[in-house]
Structures are given as C-alpha cells and as structure tokens.
C-alpha cells in the first residue's frame, strides 16, 4: 500500500524557517517524481514545488521561489521541504505527493501536514 | 503558465440530478487534465485523468470529455455523497496548475 506521511508542519512566527518531511513506503521512492501541493484553510490547491526522481531537475512556484528549497534522500525514502522567510500568506496544508512523470496527476494523498504562520 | 478557470463557481442540484461542470485553460493543454473531489473535511481524491480515464473504485455516474481548451465533468445522477468541491488540475507542462474549484451541493 502507498503512504506518503508528512510531518514537521506547526505554528511559527512570521520570518521564521521550517522544515517539512515526507516518509513515503509501499513503492519505488526512486522510480518517482516528488512534489509539494498546499492548500490553505477553505482555499484551493496550489502546487508548490517538486522534484525528479534523481534531483536533477527541481522547481517552485513563483510564490515561494527564493524561499523554499525542495531535496529528497532515496536512501531513506524521504523528500523534505525547507521553508524560509515564512509569511502569514505561507499558512496551509502541504501535502507530498508522487507522479511517476515529471508532470502529471496525483494519485495517492497523504494526511498533510499544517503549517500555521501567526504571531 | 497556463492559467485554469471553473465554471460554475458553485451550484446547488437535487439527487438524481445531471450536473455538468466545466474547466478551461488559458492555452491548449491536448488531454492532460484531471478532476479531483475534495468531500468536505477530507483529502482530495483523483476522479479522471487524461480528461476522461476513470481512476479505478470511482462510480461510472463520473465521467469527463473535452480535449484542448475546454473541459467537462459530469456526474450523471448526482448522489449525495458527491457533495464537495471540485478542482480540474492540468499536467501539460510545469508547473502544473489547479483550477479555483467548483462547489457542489445538494438542493
């Protein structure tokens, strides 16, 4: 079975860094593509950054380029999400996410994990 | 970046209802779109790919057409588990973009 399980996420002040996890198991971590998708309380999806399968390729959206830096391990099946300069607008569920091609749909969602920037 | 939009916003139908719900993309995006339900309180859960491949344990009342621009998902007898919202998500290209949803109720 497929589980993506993030974690790290929790109240932070404005300014401050984070740093999500993702421990994915029940397939080939290294066969997939890896992506971060969030959503803000009662607002729609908004994918935020993803990664190829051998880092080769990495990109953000334009809303946390600068900010943000996406890395995987294969070796223990985990993709992280380290989060900068956070913002209050930065408030939402990150959800990890796997596509077996560098872009396509998601087929499997985990529990997300919620990041509340406040001060 | 290929800019997604919804319509309606939201719209209210009785059980049994045939409810039709549209997306469209700012550039031609061929057959790389897929529809997600989001039931209130819960995760998103991927309904179609490749705007109109049901992904497996989804009910046939779902399905979707389109190819292009324009878009659409249709529920042919709406239940009321389908309440929830509704986002088209196109692939083309990166970064991959997320229609604003479509609210679905029951009247």
């Known amino acids: 079975e497929v589980q993506l399980v993030e974690s790290g996420g929790r109240l932070i002040q404005p300014g401050g860094s984070l740093r999500l996890s993702c421990a994915a198991s029940?397939?080939?971590?290294?066969?997939?593509?890896m992506h971060w998708v969030r959503q803000a309380p009662g607002r729609g999806l908004e994918w935020v950054a993803g990664?190829?399968?051998?880092?080769?390729?990495?990109a953000y959206a334009a809303s946390v380029q600068g900010r943000f830096i996406i890395s995987r391990d294969n070796a223990k099946n985990s993709l992280y999400l380290q989060m900068n300069r956070l913002r209050t607008e930065d408030t939402a569920f990150y959800y990890c996410?796997?596509?077996?091609?560098?872009?396509?749909?998601?087929?499997?969602w985990g529990q997300g994990t919620l990041v509340t920037v406040s001060s | 970046d290929v800019h997604m939009t919804q319509s309606p916003t939201s719209l209210s139908a009785s059980v049994g209802d045939r409810v039709s719900i549209t997306c469209r993309a700012s550039?031609?995006?061929?057959?790389?779109l897929a529809w997600y339900q989001q039931q209130p309180g819960k995760l998103p859960k991927l309904l179609i790919y490749?705007?109109?491949t049901l992904q497996s344990g989804v009910p046939s009342r779902f399905s979707g057409s389109g190819s292009g621009t324009d878009f659409t998902l249709t529920i042919s007898s709406l239940q009321p588990e389908d309440v929830g919202t509704y986002y088209c998500?196109?692939?083309?290209?990166?970064?991959?973009?997320f229609g604003p949803g479509t609210k679905v109720e029951i009247k």
């Open positions: 996410l796997r596509t077996l091609s560098w872009t396509s749909y998601y087929d499997n």
């Open positions: 029940g397939f080939a971590f290294d066969d997939y593509a």
């Open positions: 990664i190829t399968w051998n880092s080769g390729t990495i």
């Open positions: 550039q031609g995006i061929l057959n790389y």
């Open positions: 490749g705007a109109s």
């Open positions: 998500q196109r692939y083309s290209a990166a970064p991959p973009t």
